[in-house]
């Protein structure tokens, strides 16, 4: 099989783990996933990622709990349990070694810190999307090729609905998660009936749950969408009692990036309800 096509084995991987964060991840079902004999899957898995797959889980893990103690609260305790750690003192130490702090002073020195301006936010029913997408994994001002790539395919697929804004799904906190570790999709929609061509490696077509959502409009450049994100997820949603969907951030280009100066751009900043 082609060394491009690896990617996209090690794609269906990451989804398979990011689907089940909180439940029993084994290796070798994940190395089936993958389509490799769990002795090539390790090594494959670590020369792609750049981290062994329980590296990787565990690291995700953490950082699930960080967000969840940045902005929702509530006791470290809980928190331990409910991402896979049999102990309160086994999580300290865990999350101690990966932030530097212990989890109980993270939570309330963010809490502190999101003491931000609320703008307005609004609940809205969104229908399902099918999308067309590829991934690009680093620091999220540095995505370009992966819209450079996702467009150049798109333009030659039938169904590609480019009258509509673009998408992007977030699926990392830069203020939790490394750089070089940062995930996201550019993507754009695709009518639900459209049967796609072969794709190349890379680019992959995903669906992503209708439902009630709490959109806050960001308007501006990009460089300030983190503060539009703190007031969403650390003001405004805390305030409802809502539960937030285990998915990724979706940000909606309504003017995007190109089409007018930085003052006037918006993006809706877009999560979903449980």
Same mark, same amino acid.
């Given at each position: 099989?082609?060394?491009? *096509?690896?990617?996209?084995?090690?794609?269906?991987?990451?989804?398979?783990? &990011?689907?089940?964060? !909180?439940?029993?991840?084994?290796?070798?079902?994940?190395?089936?996933?993958?389509?490799? *004999?769990?002795?090539h899957f390790h090594r494959v898995?670590?020369?792609?990622?750049?981290?062994?797959?329980?590296?990787?889980?565990?690291?995700?893990?953490?950082?699930?709990?960080?967000?969840?103690?940045?902005?929702?609260?509530?006791?470290?305790? $809980?928190?331990?349990?409910? &991402?896979? #750690? !049999?102990?309160?003192?086994?999580?300290?130490?865990?999350?101690?070694?990966?932030?530097?702090?212990?989890?109980?002073?993270?939570?309330?020195?963010?809490?502190?810190?999101?003491?931000?301006?609320?703008?307005?936010?609004?609940?809205?029913?969104?229908?399902?999307?099918?999308?067309?997408?590829?991934?690009?994994?680093?620091? #999220?001002?540095?995505?370009?090729?992966?819209?450079?790539?996702?467009?150049?395919?798109?333009?030659?697929?039938?169904?590609?609905?480019?009258?509509?804004?673009?998408?992007?799904?977030?699926? !990392?906190?830069?203020?939790?998660? $490394?750089?070089?570790?940062?995930? #996201?999709?550019?993507?754009?929609?695709?009518? $639900? *009936?459209?049967?796609?061509?072969?794709?190349?490696?890379?680019?992959?077509?995903?669906?992503?749950?209708?439902?009630?959502?709490?959109?806050?409009? &960001?308007?501006?450049?990009?460089?300030?969408?983190?503060?539009?994100?703190?007031?969403?997820?650390?003001?405004?949603?805390?305030?409802?009692?809502?539960?937030?969907?285990?998915?990724?951030?979706?940000?909606?280009?309504?003017?995007?990036?190109? *089409?007018?100066?930085?003052?006037?751009?918006?993006?809706?900043?877009?999560?979903?309800?449980?």
């Amino acid at each position: 099989m082609p060394q491009t *096509s690896w990617a996209d084995r090690i794609l269906c991987v990451l989804d398979a783990i &990011h689907g089940n964060l !909180d439940g029993d991840l084994d290796p070798a079902a994940l190395a089936t996933v993958a389509g490799f *004999s769990l002795h090539h899957f390790h090594r494959v898995f670590r020369g792609m990622i750049g981290e062994s797959v329980m590296q990787y889980i565990r690291r995700q893990r953490l950082e699930r709990a960080a967000f969840r103690l940045r902005h929702v609260g509530g006791e470290v305790s $809980a928190t331990a349990f409910a &991402h896979g #750690y !049999d102990s309160h003192e086994a999580f300290t130490r865990a999350f101690r070694a990966h932030f530097g702090v212990p989890p109980r002073e993270y939570r309330d020195q963010q809490r502190a810190a999101s003491d931000v301006a609320v703008v307005s936010a609004e609940r809205r029913v969104e229908p399902p999307r099918r999308l067309l997408t590829c991934r690009f994994t680093g620091p #999220y001002d540095a995505c370009a090729p992966a819209w450079e790539q996702l467009m150049g395919v798109a333009v030659g697929v039938p169904g590609v609905r480019l009258d509509r804004p673009t998408l992007g799904l977030v699926y !990392d906190d830069p203020e939790i998660t $490394a750089p070089e570790h940062c995930r #996201y999709d550019a993507a754009v929609e695709l009518d $639900a *009936s459209t049967v796609l061509p072969t794709l190349p490696p890379g680019v992959v077509a995903r669906t992503i749950d209708g439902g009630t959502y709490a959109v806050l409009v &960001h308007a501006g450049s990009y460089d300030t969408i983190l503060d539009s994100y703190v007031a969403l997820l650390g003001r405004w949603l805390p305030r409802q009692g809502w539960n937030l969907a285990n998915e990724p951030v979706v940000e909606r280009y309504v003017v995007p990036f190109g *089409s007018a100066a930085p003052d006037d751009l918006r993006t809706d900043v877009c999560v979903r309800l449980a």
